[in-house]
Each structure stands twice: as structure tokens, then as C-alpha cells.
């Protein structure tokens, strides 16, 4: 399977690696890799979160990307979200741009570092500056038999607080693992916490999610991404589940 970047709307949607105030963007359930250099790649997902919630707690978002390989080990990329409730009422647009390359590449080791950038809301909205890693262990080369992932991320965005406008400082971590079962057919499972930064001060420890994702390549070259996410509950509250589903294709006639 191909490593690729998702960019996956909503932190009520799928809690990952990039946990930040309101209407997020995230890593949808998979490895992180530049894209082939020279290769247009493009990205389009949908995503409902909250089943057996309240409409008004549910949540409907469609996301887009475009993606670039700079180089062999560098890519940069462009996407935007739009989100709404179950009523279709509330929505919120968002827009990022990153930068993500391969500082270390064996057959069993990779180090991969991102650097993304957000806003959500408009004007007067949020902006979210967020650097981060991904560490791979891999069994075989190219993803051909199984291995684990920890991904990293400190999120610097700004938020209301009760005393007026600051800067939050989270952090996020998602372990992983994938099993790829053939050439064309990967599974993969992904666990979140984060350290919350809080308005009464100090910081707080929180799990995310657990997403369950297979992917799949199917014909032309594309690939068929498939995710099933249960949200951990805390405090008390109820546990959600949420679906998302992605296509990934390259841009014909764009590689050099």
C-alpha cells in the first residue's frame, strides 16, 4: 500500500493526532510517506460521527486535498473541510496547508516530519500552527507484512477563554499498527491521548479514539479508504461512533 497524508475534518469526527479547539483537521488511520515526486495526488473523504446521538450532536463533514512530491522525500499539500451538524445547520469551513518529509529511510526504520498549518472559521476565526513526527517500524520494505507507528504533534492555536483571547498549547500522540494482507488490502488500528491544555490552568491527560481502517486499492489506481472510529468515553459521557470514506487517485498527466 502507499503512504499517504490525510487531511480528515473534524475532532468530533475522528480524534487523531492533530487535537486542537473546534472544528479540526486530522490524520485519517494510516502511515504517513511523501508523496512520489512529481505525482499530483488528490484526496476526497466524507465522514458522519454520532450514531445513535441526537442530531443536533451528530456530525456530517466532506473534506478535500490536493497533494505534491517536491522530492523524493519532500511534499507539500493543500486541503479544506466543511463540517456541519446532523441538521445540516451550524457548519463551519476550514482550510490548511503543510509541508511533511522523510528525515530517516530504511527497509525498517523511517522518520517523518510534518508541519501543518490551519484555520477554521473564517474571519475572526481559529489559526493553528502544528509541528509534528511519525516514527515506522516495518517489518518488511514498503509496507509489504506489518508494523507499528507513534505519531507526535504540539498544537499552538488560539481559543476564548473566559478572560478573552489566549494561545492553547496541546499535545497528541496516536500509537498504531497496520497488517498488510496483500499487494492491494492493508488493516490498520490506531489508539489517541493527548494532554489538553485548560482554561483553569495547567494541562489534563485525555484519550481520543480508537479507529479501525482498511484500505483498499481498486482499479486505476486508486485507493479505497475505509475507517470505523469509537470514541473513548470520559467522565462519564457515552461513547460515539463514527464512519469515514476516502478515495485517493493520482492526477492524471501530472507526474514529470
Known amino acids: 500500500m502507499t ?10 469526527l475522528i ?5 486542537v479547539a473546534g472544528a479540526t483537521l486530522a490524520l485519517a488511520a494510516d502511515t504517513v510517506e511523501p508523496f512520489d515526486a512529481g505525482l499530483g495526488n488528490f484526496e476526497l473523504y466524507g465522514a458522519f460521527d454520532g450514531a445513535g446521538q441526537p442530531t443536533g450532536e451528530q456530525s456530517v463533514a466532506g473534506d478535500m486535498l490536493l497533494g505534491w512530491g517536491l522530492s523524493s522525500r519532500f511534499s507539500a499539500y493543500l486541503g479544506t473541510t466543511m463540517q456541519a451538524n446532523g441538521y445540516l445547520t451550524g457548519s463551519e469551513t476550514g482550510y490548511a496547508l503543510g509541508a511533511l518529509g522523510t528525515m530517516h529511510d530504511t527497509d525498517h526504520l523511517d522518520l517523518d516530519l510534518i508541519l501543518d498549518l490551519r484555520t477554521v472559521g473564517g474571519s475572526g476565526g481559529v489559526f493553528t500552527v502544528s509541528p509534528g513526527f511519525e516514527l ?12 507499528a507507528y507513534l505519531r507526535g504533534n504540539v498544537s499552538l492555536a488560539g481559543e476564548q477563554s473566559p478572560d478573552g483571547p489566549r494561545r492553547a498549547t496541546d499535545l497528541a500522540f496516536t500509537v498504531g499498527s497496520y497488517l498488510t494482507l496483500s499487494g492491494t488490502r492493508q488493516l490498520l488500528v490506531e489508539v489517541d491521548l493527548g494532554m489538553v491544555d485548560e482554561f483553569e490552568g495547567g494541562h489534563a491527560w485525555e484519550y481520543g479514539a480508537v479507529a479501525l481502517g482498511y484500505n483498499q486499492a481498486i482499479a486505476g489506481g486508486m485507493e479505497l479508504i475505509n475507517q470505523v472510529t469509537i470514541d473513548i468515553p470520559q467522565d462519564g459521557e457515552s461513547s460515539t461512533v463514527g464512519f469515514m470514506v476516502g478515495v485517493i487517485a493520482a492526477v492524471p498527466g501530472a507526474s514529470r
Open 3 to 12: 503512504r499517504h497524508t490525510v487531511i480528515q475534518p473534524g475532532a468530533a
Open 136 to 147: 515506522n517500524l516495518d517489518r518488511a520494505p514498503d509496507l509489504a507484512a506489518y508494523g
Open 15 to 19: 480524534v487523531t493526532v492533530l487535537v
